[in-house]
């Protein structure tokens, strides 16, 4: 499969399906593995990152762990082609800052993607749509087992699975779950509810992780900490928390429609005509529009749109996709007049 094959689907986890989908968009959990006789990245030379990017590469692909396994050097990857994988959640901002042989596998649902040379020597991470740690969990165990028995992970007695970062150390375990929170943000009581989250070792981030601002009312929250929790406390720590933030939004929501019913369905028309006639909309634009519209379907104001549309909607109109769909590079302006004219073709006759 190439990366050109992506662009007129999307990964399962967009899917709007599972628990809590109308407000809990992914589940995902990502470990980090590093082999056993090489040094972390930060102290490999060029010839040992080309050892572990073909160990893992050749492990990956003769383990058998999914049907329609494809990988990406991203060494050879152009911008555009780094760019695109970063908005589909298949490699992180850093992967594809990085430098030497490194590259991702990922097979054809996009539910599981495995980067290697990351941070870490290996990074596997599995993602579903909505509220399904356990499935995802399960999923993970499964392919760490996999190919556990088949190379030396770095392990202490002691501290656990030996990781680059001291965050990772011990079950070299990140579990996430993307929530969209829009009536927590409109009512101002989302500060709240994500300092009780900070209390509890969790932490909260942007769509993309680490380093990223939130941007469409989405917002990742994630174990801040890998050392001393098993990999089911932490994963109970966030089902716990998860359940409690989407009753506040639902509470928020309701509030929002009793005491500002008019204030809330002009919002939320306003976004869906912008939408449905603007000329040219900036990627900024593009997911706070998307995120009242989604709100709106989820609240019953609008009833001829799927959400999984909405869902595509937030990564298919980001500047990577959108270049890759054109076939080249487009500077800002460019882009703001495809991105309009590609979501009012999707939204056409609706």
Same mark, same amino acid.
């Given at each position: 499969?190439?990366?050109?094959?992506l662009?007129?689907?999307?990964?399962e986890?967009?899917?709007?399906t599972g628990?809590?989908?109308?407000?809990?968009?992914s589940?995902r /959990?990502?470990?980090a593995?590093? /082999?056993?006789?090489y040094?972390?990245?930060?102290?490999?030379?060029?010839?040992?990152?080309?050892?572990?990017e073909?160990?893992?590469?050749n492990? /990956?692909?003769?383990?058998?762990?999914?049907q329609?396994?494809?990988?990406?050097?991203?060494?050879?990857?152009?911008s555009?082609?780094?760019l695109?994988?970063v908005?589909?959640?298949?490699? =992180?901002?850093?992967?594809?800052?990085?430098?030497?042989?490194?590259?991702?596998a990922?097979?054809?649902?996009?539910?599981?993607?495995?980067?290697?040379?990351e941070?870490? &020597?290996?990074?596997?991470?599995?993602?579903?749509?909505g509220?399904?740690l356990?499935?995802t969990?399960?999923?993970?165990?499964?392919?760490?087992?996999?190919?556990g028995k088949?190379l030396?992970?770095?392990?202490s007695?002691?501290f656990?699975?030996?990781?680059?970062c001291?965050?990772?150390?011990?079950?070299?375990?990140?579990v =996430?779950?993307?929530?969209?929170?829009?009536?927590?943000?409109?009512?101002? &009581? /989302?500060?709240?509810?994500?300092?009780?989250v900070?209390?509890?070792?969790?932490?909260?981030?942007?769509l993309?992780?680490?380093?990223?601002?939130?941007?469409?009312?989405?917002?990742?929250i994630?174990?801040q900490?890998?050392?001393?929790?098993?990999?089911?406390?932490?994963i109970?720590?966030?089902?716990s928390v998860i359940?409690?933030i989407?009753?506040?939004?639902?509470?928020?929501r309701?509030?929002?429609?009793?005491?500002?019913?008019?204030?809330l369905?002009?919002r939320?028309w306003?976004?869906?005509?912008m939408l449905?006639?603007?000329?040219?909309?900036?990627?900024e634009?593009i997911?706070q529009?998307?995120?009242q519209?989604?709100?709106g379907?989820?609240?019953?104001?609008?009833?001829?749109?799927?959400?999984?549309?909405?869902n595509e909607?937030?990564?298919l109109t980001?500047?990577? &996709?959108?270049?890759?769909?054109?076939g080249?590079?487009?500077d800002?302006?460019?882009?703001?007049?495809?991105r309009?004219?590609?979501?009012?073709?999707r939204l056409?006759?609706?």
């Amino acid at each position: 499969m190439e990366i050109r094959d992506l662009t007129d689907k999307t990964g399962e986890w967009l899917r709007g399906t599972g628990k809590e989908s109308d407000i809990v968009i992914s589940s995902r /959990i990502r470990l980090a593995r590093n /082999i056993t006789g090489y040094p972390f990245l930060s102290r490999s030379n060029l010839k040992q990152r080309k050892e572990i990017e073909s160990l893992l590469r050749n492990t /990956i692909i003769e383990s058998s762990i999914a049907q329609d396994i494809s990988y990406v050097n991203l060494n050879n990857a152009t911008s555009v082609d780094k760019l695109f994988l970063v908005e589909r959640h298949l490699i =992180s901002k850093e992967h594809a800052a990085g430098e030497g042989e490194r590259g991702v596998a990922f097979e054809k649902s996009e539910t599981i993607s495995l980067m290697i040379n990351e941070e870490d &020597h290996l990074r596997i991470q599995v993602i579903h749509s909505g509220f399904e740690l356990n499935d995802t969990w399960e999923t993970t165990d499964e392919i760490d087992n996999i190919l556990g028995k088949r190379l030396n992970f770095a392990f202490s007695a002691r501290f656990g699975y030996l990781t680059a970062c001291p965050t990772n150390v011990g079950t070299g375990m990140r579990v =996430s779950v993307m929530l969209h929170l829009p009536a927590l943000g409109m009512t101002k &009581h /989302i500060e709240k509810v994500f300092n009780a989250v900070g209390k509890l070792g969790l932490v909260v981030r942007g769509l993309y992780g680490e380093g990223t601002k939130v941007s469409g009312d989405l917002y990742q929250i994630s174990n801040q900490f890998a050392l001393g929790k098993s990999e089911k406390e932490i994963i109970s720590i966030i089902e716990s928390v998860i359940p409690r933030i989407t009753s506040y939004e639902r509470m928020a929501r309701k509030a929002l429609v009793l005491e500002s019913k008019d204030q809330l369905e002009d919002r939320i028309w306003r976004s869906y005509g912008m939408l449905k006639a603007a000329r040219m909309i900036t990627s900024e634009e593009i997911l706070q529009l998307l995120s009242q519209v989604r709100m709106g379907v989820n609240i019953g104001l609008i009833d001829n749109i799927e959400i999984q549309t909405l869902n595509e909607l937030f990564v298919l109109t980001l500047p990577g &996709h959108l270049q890759k769909l054109q076939g080249c590079e487009l500077d800002s302006t460019q882009r703001n007049i495809i991105r309009a004219s590609y979501v009012r073709k999707r939204l056409e006759g609706l």
